[in-house]
Nanobody
Framework: QVQLVESGGGSVQAGGSLRLSCAAS?????MGWFRQAPGKEREGVAV???????RIADSVKGRFTISQDNVKKALYLQMNSLKPEDTAIYYC?????????????????????WGQGTQVTVSS
């Protein structure tokens, strides 16, 4: 069982930055960040495979960066140049697989363990 706790959410103006943190009881070889806006399905934002290989969703590419610190058992999401459409609850997730599957790494169904989420609100 992997327990995940997110922190770092908040309210910012468009163009601002936030850094989300996820404290894990243990790390896996496939961890990621997802988000869910009101009335929308949960979507993958960024994932890290073996803490090295990263995949970033097109909608946030060039603005968001994922990093993982296995010593601290933590996952981070640096979010820059935030836009109102980035407003959502952000979730940390861990998969019970050996490395993120290339075809489905951004699919929520790939992930077994989830945090409770942290709200990010971006105002225009």
């Amino acid at each position: 069982q992997v327990q995940l706790v997110e922190s770092g959410g908040g309210s910012v103006q468009a163009g601002g930055s936030l850094r989300l943190s996820c404290a894990a009881s243990s790390v896996t070889s496939c961890m990621g960040w997802f988000r869910q806006a009101p009335g929308k399905e949960r979507e993958g934002v960024a994932v890290a495979s073996f803490a090295v290989s990263r995949r970033i969703a097109d909608s946030v590419k060039g603005r968001f960066t994922i990093s993982q610190d296995n010593v601290k058992k933590a996952l981070y999401l640096q979010m820059n140049s935030l836009k109102p459409e980035d407003t959502a609850i952000y979730y940390c997730a861990a998969a019970d697989v050996y490395g993120c599957p290339s075809a489905s790494s951004l699919w929520p169904a790939t992930y077994k363990y989830w945090g409770q989420g942290t709200q990010v609100t971006v105002s225009s």
